[in-house]
Every structure is written in C-alpha cells, then in structure tokens.
C-alpha cells in the first residue's frame, strides 16, 4: 500500500542573543554559536500556530548551532512531544559563508582556529544542550558545510537535505530547525512544494501564506525577528 507523503516543518530558529545583546559575541569562546535570549515568545507562538494547524512531529532534526538545537528543545515542550527523536545534521548548518558565519568577508586565522575547534570539540561541548531533551539528541554522521560556501551552494545543499529527510520519513511528521537564510532556501528551492507561513515580528501577523498544489512539504514555518 502507497504511503502518503511526509509532511515537513522547515523551523527558524527564535530569537538570538547577540541581537539584544552585540556585546555577547566580544565575550564568547564561540562567538558564532549564539544561544537564544532566556524569554523567547516566538517559539510559543509559532507552536501556537501548529497546534491550531494541528501538527505535531514524529522526528525532529536540527542544524548544529546551539540556537537550532534550543528552539528544537524549546518547540517540542511547547507542542507536548519532549520524546520524539532529536537528531543533529551537519548539513542543516548556517550557510557557510564567512560575512555571515564570522561577519566579515577575510576571516583571519582566529576565525578560522576558533571554527575549527568548536567542529573538533563538537561532541563535548554540545552535551548539556543535548542531554536537556527527553530523549538524549543524537549527532548524526553526516557531511557539514566547507568554508567558505557560497550561498548558491548552500542553496543547493539545503534542498538537498530536505528532500532526502521527506523520502526517509514517509508518513510522518518531519521538523528540521535551521536558520532563517536555510529555512527560506529550502522553501523557494522546492517550488511548489509547500505551504510557507511566516510570523514577523509582532508575533501575531501572518505574512505570506500561499497555498501550493503539491503537500510534499506541507507547511512551512520560518520565524523571524
């Protein structure tokens, strides 16, 4: 018997603590993997809208940075489902673009040290924020981003990944948490794919809403601040 497609949730990270706070990256050991503010609203309310969409998730999968990581473990507390299968995918990472990454476009050697040691270190450093889901979240073995990447690179590689997660997951309800520049390149690159829902800034006005003729990727949430 044929099964019906995997519904896909592409989830924005919330909001970050570097932007109510610049000096946070001055002070960090890894100033490129900001956490979230400790009174985020934007994750609630866009678990708020899934509920009243009915959606709940039977796997999550999240980008390594720790803001991914948190609005995966905040989300899921919020919807009611702490023990579903968290698992971290290299290839959902930020765009590897060093404006973006490191805020300038000639990294220097600190920069590049610094990266390359949180991607070393990952597995030890990332485990309070792991072991703070119900059910421990899991590194997979899966390929990350080179730097630098351009944007039409991680442009590909973001469809790729969602398309490989929608085929692995028929049936069920799939979340993948990344960045805002990952969760709008996965929604545009796959076309009429989907259902893509924004929540701007005032965390009740719904922006763009367009209903697509395929449910592939069935609803699609990109928070933003």
């Known amino acids: 018997m044929k099964s019906f497609p995997c519904g896909i949730v592409v989830m924005r990270h919330g909001h970050?603590?570097?932007s109510d706070n610049p000096l946070w990256q001055t002070k960090?050991?890894?100033?490129?993997?900001?956490?979230l503010v400790v009174n985020e609203?934007?994750?609630?309310?866009?678990?708020?809208q899934l509920k009243a969409a009915g959606r709940t998730f039977d796997v999550v999968y999240t980008s390594p940075f720790l803001r991914c990581l948190e609005t995966s473990e905040r989300l899921i507390r919020a919807l009611g489902c702490e023990r579903v299968p968290v698992f971290i995918h290299g290839?959902?990472?930020?765009v590897h673009n060093p404006k973006l990454l490191f805020k300038t476009s000639n990294p220097s050697f600190s920069h590049l040290a610094r990266y390359w040691l949180w991607r070393a270190t990952y597995?030890?450093?990332s485990r309070p924020i792991r072991q703070r889901?119900?059910?421990?979240?899991r590194i997979l073995d899966s390929s990350w981003p080179q730097v630098p990447?351009?944007?039409y690179n991680a442009t590909i590689r973001f469809r790729q990944i969602i398309m490989e997660l929608a085929a692995g997951h028929p049936g069920q309800q799939v979340c993948p948490a990344t960045t805002w520049k990952s969760a709008r390149r996965s929604n545009n690159r796959l076309g009429?794919?989907?259902l893509h829902v924004e929540i701007c800034a005032d965390r009740n006005k719904m922006l763009s809403s367009s209903a697509m003729t395929d449910i592939l990727m069935r609803f699609c949430v990109a928070c933003r601040y």
Request: no cysteine; aromatic share 8%.
């Open 16 to 18: 970050r603590e570097d």
């Open 28 to 35: 960090a050991r890894f100033p490129f993997d900001t956490p």
């Open 41 to 48: 609203n934007e994750i609630n309310d866009a678990a708020q």
């Open 91 to 94: 290839g959902l990472a930020e």
């Open 123 to 125: 597995k030890r450093h």
């Open 133 to 137: 889901f119900a059910i421990k979240a």
């Open 149 to 151: 990447e351009s944007e």
């Open 192 to 194: 009429d794919h989907g």
